[in-house]
């Protein structure tokens, strides 16, 4: 009983000793793979004198129910008694989900005037992590100024995290209580007095004291939010510790531009200046994002005395182009013997893509070939095209990105390929309308939302085209359909003065709609300009397979003045596409002609008489025929009827399409179906549940995916063969991490998409007594693990395990059996020990989610024997 007495008395010697210290803090976090993350956390302490508190190991708790002790990998002692302690440890989460990484630690630093009997109060910070596949990989910003500041009484003070963002995310600021046990909100924590106002600017990051009323430390936490397209995807509790006090001095005044912007590959440059009233010496420094990134900025430190200035330079490039604007703050130092003071100034810097070069445009009678230089910076993920049927001629301003929306541009395309630089509007396939002029603009977008400068203007007009084609028809809807009709008006639009005849007709012939490969395939010229019907019958043709687009170029085919009269006109056949559906057939349609079609009349095949009857029409693009039978074959074709707005041409103008077959199937796949997953680490079992889809009525099965690892493929490792089913037990062989994922099966063998991924790593396969009795009387005489042997000669690869004595002696040999059978015995003496408390170290290797990974162990060992001479 004594031996515990002082055991505990000790104990709270070392907790007591260990205590009133910590001042500010924060946790950061960058992301190494799928679910594997760097934790960073950065503790200020205090050095004064007396505090003898320090922390080589603090514990990290991950918000999966694990946590682990880690180990302060730098130390620097800075003025003003202030110690920056930094912990960094890799941790791979067990899935998708919101972790709450948390540190506490005894205990603030004594006379925080804000907390009430801060030096009891437990110091604690935490910073929250989203892993959510949907929003791609994350790190947490970076907090460039340190969480602690000194200034006066009566002045005005402002303090910003300088927080950057390596990913580009949003970020917003918000003031909460300073946090204590279980990073609950302090008891009667309380803002500190200000003459004015005290807040946050919730965009920028200031943090405004306006002004400060008696001198003190005082304490403020920040929450730093991370947003990306509207989400919250992190944020960051940071705790500041502020100390005022009274003095003459006056803090130096910078002076320099709030904000700016910059076409990347450009040099910007400007210049900082910082003045003292008192004359004293000032030292100006910048911090922020852009003396971070690769080819940074550049802005040496430089004293002067009264009075300093400086150039801010900085190179850009395209890899510096992102939407958010870069922060940089420019800080002045004075070294007034009294009290040194500081004055902080914001500068944001846009760097903003260069805008697309050399647009052109090339009409047809119906669409508009644009194309362009590829973007200089090849960061980009692609183009945005934008038209309007007039012309603005907009210059953008420096800092104006895009196209505002005042301006009622449409964004009509979207490249994804930034290789691609030649687009075709044909209106989505309907073609454009003649009597207008085409305005375009190109900019380039990025993957996190930002855009460049937009091109210049370009503006054209359609060409009318010389002969208007007013045919294109599968020549029988019903009978034959290997040739096609092709028929255009007789041309009298032109100058026959310098186009006198004879004329002549050249006909060419593409297939696809669009005229991108015209061959010539035939002449006209019996009959002159009156000859305008042509059959194409050639064996060339495959109706199924493609639309044709044609051409007929008319000649003055005169011997000596053989020239074309005006550019052609292109027109294609309509063409069918039939995608099959659940019972029905959807009908799509495509076509490239100048004319414009008010609506199409669609047939199907009777299966009696084989005959085409019309079965429905539409003015759109598709048509759903809809009450089939699954299996069966449907045979379709189609009647475009249409016109020229212009007086003088053939009305209505009727072409047919080719005759195309569909058979209706189910291919929608059911949803996903929800499912989570929780391990029994008991019956060694991960046991997954899941619901019946939201769609899909004819779930037949459910497919279960499986991989011991993160980062390996998933492997289908079973199926459940009843749709009311909704549970599935694993027994995993060497770990009971792993990762799943569920999908639902209908009756077509249709699979659903996952509806996530989820891994999990929550079980300790390992666990060692506290206590044994060596003493040969055969109960409980050898150290060995509580867990059943089955268990860790299953789970545990190995261990590494040495013992010591309370003097920090090693007194057994390491110990890499799992099973350890370790009979107290000196590793030197052979002898049995003595009573007392040892303790040990431990690194047990079991197969985790991202591999054979060691968990570091330490505890005591309670050994009672009575004495036994070695054997």
């Not at 970076?142 to 910003?160: K, Q, S, T």
Request: aromatic share 14%; net charge negative; glycine share 6%.
């Amino acid at each position: 009983m004594k031996k515990i007495i002082i055991l505990i008395l000790l104990t709270t010697v070392i907790k007591f000793s260990f205590a009133t210290h910590n001042r500010a803090g924060d946790i950061t976090y960058e992301q190494l793979s799928e679910l594997t993350y760097r934790i960073t956390l950065i503790t200020f302490t205090s050095i004064a004198p007396g505090v003898v508190a320090d922390r080589p190991q603090l514990e990290i708790k991950f918000g999966d129910n694990t946590s682990q002790w880690v180990n302060r990998i730098e130390k620097i002692d800075l003025p003003n008694y202030y110690r920056r302690n930094k912990y960094v440890v890799d941790h791979t989460f067990p899935g998708p989900g919101s972790y709450r990484i948390y540190m506490e630690d005894p205990n603030r630093n004594d006379g925080v005037a804000n907390i009430p009997n801060s030096v009891t109060i437990p110091f604690s910070v935490h910073t929250t992590l989203e892993i959510n596949p949907a929003i791609g990989y994350n790190n947490s910003p970076i907090l460039l100024n340190p969480p602690v500041d000194l200034f006066a009484v009566d002045e005005l003070f402002i303090y910003n995290p300088a927080a950057f963002d390596p990913d580009g995310d949003s970020l917003s600021y918000k003031l909460i209580p300073c946090t204590g046990e279980n990073g609950d909100p302090i008891p009667n924590y309380r803002l500190p007095e200000a003459s004015d106002t005290i807040y946050i600017d919730p965009l920028t990051g200031d943090f405004v004291w306006d002004k400060p009323t008696i001198s003190g430390i005082f304490n403020i936490a920040i929450l730093i939010e991370e947003w990306r397209d509207g989400i919250r995807i992190g944020s960051i509790d940071r705790d500041i510790q502020l100390e005022t006090k009274v003095t003459d001095n006056d803090p130096p005044v910078i002076s320099v531009i709030s904000q700016t912007c910059v076409k990347a590959t450009d040099t910007l440059m400007f210049n900082v200046n910082a003045t003292d009233v008192n004359n004293d010496m000032i030292t100006l420094s910048g911090l922020g994002g852009p003396f971070l990134v690769d080819s940074p900025a550049y802005f040496p430190e430089k004293t002067g005395i009264g009075s300093v200035y400086d150039r801010f330079t900085w190179e850009t490039e395209c890899l510096h182009v992102r939407k958010q604007p870069y922060l940089v703050v420019f800080r002045a130092k004075d070294n007034d013997p009294d009290l040194s003071l500081v004055d902080n100034k914001d500068v944001y810097i846009h760097i903003i893509s260069p805008p697309v070069e050399n647009v052109i445009l090339e009409p047809t009678n119906n669409s508009i070939k644009i194309s362009w230089n590829k973007a200089i910076c090849t960061e980009a993920e692609g183009y945005f095209i934008y038209r309007k049927n007039s012309s603005i001629n907009y210059i953008p301003g420096i800092c104006d990105v895009g196209l505002p929306d005042s301006l009622d541009f449409e964004l009509i395309a979207t490249i994804t390929d930034l290789n691609d630089t030649i687009y075709i509007d044909n209106n989505n396939e309907e073609g454009l309308n003649q009597g207008f002029s085409y305005c375009y603009y190109i900019t380039t977008f990025y993957d996190d939302g930002g855009e460049s400068y937009a091109s210049e203007e370009e503006c054209t007009a359609l060409v009318r085209g010389i002969p208007v084609i007013t045919n294109v028809s599968i020549h029988d809807k019903i009978n034959s359909s290997d040739s096609i009709y092709l028929a255009w008006s007789k041309p009298i639009e032109f100058d026959t003065t310098i186009a006198p005849g004879p004329y002549k007709y050249y006909i060419y012939r593409s297939n696809d709609l669009w005229g991108d490969y015209m061959e010539l395939i035939d002449s006209t010229w019996l009959k002159g300009l009156n000859d305008t019907i042509y059959y194409d019958k050639s064996s060339m043709l495959d109706l199924h397979s493609y639309p044709y687009s044609y051409k007929v170029e008319l000649y003055n085919d005169a011997p000596g003045n053989h020239f074309l009269i005006e550019s052609p006109m292109i027109a294609s056949s309509v063409f069918i596409n039939i995608k099959p559906d659940d019972n029905k057939l959807k009908i799509e349609v495509s076509k490239n002609t100048p004319w414009l079609d008010s609506i199409f009349v669609i047939y199907r095949q009777n299966s009696n008489t084989l005959l085409f009857d019309s079965i429905g029409i539409t003015e759109n693009m598709e048509y759903i025929d809809s009450g089939l039978v699954n299996g069966r074959q449907y045979f379709y074709n189609l009647k475009s009827v249409g016109y020229y707005t212009e007086p003088g041409f053939v009305f209505p103008i009727e072409n047919y399409s080719q005759k195309n077959s569909g058979i209706p199937k189910d291919t929608v796949p059911p949803c996903p179906p929800i499912f989570n997953v929780a391990t029994t680490c008991d019956s060694l079992r991960n046991e997954l549940y899941w619901e019946y889809p939201t769609c899909g009525d004819d779930v037949v099965l459910y497919n279960i995916y499986y991989s011991p690892f993160v980062d390996n493929e998933m492997q289908l490792i079973d199926s459940v063969n009843n749709a009311q089913q909704f549970s599935y037990f694993h027994y995993p062989e060497k770990s009971m991490a792993g990762c799943y994922y569920v999908t639902a099966v209908d009756s077509f063998y249709n699979e659903s998409d996952p509806y996530t991924k989820i891994c999990i790593d929550s079980c300790s396969y390992y666990e060692l007594p506290n206590v044994f009795s060596p003493n040969g009387d055969g109960i409980n005489d050898l150290f060995i693990p509580l867990t059943s042997e089955e268990v860790y000669k299953k789970f545990v690869e190995k261990i590494s395990m040495k013992i010591y004595n309370r003097w920090g002696q090693e007194v057994s040999n390491e110990i890499t059996d799992p099973a350890i059978n370790w009979d107290g015995r000196d590793k030197n003496t052979k002898k049995i020990l003595p009573d007392g408390v040892y303790y040990y170290v431990c690194n047990v290797f079991e197969y985790r989610l991202i591999g054979l990974q060691p968990r570091y162990l330490i505890g005591f060992i309670h050994l009672y024997s009575t004495p036994v001479n070695s054997k």
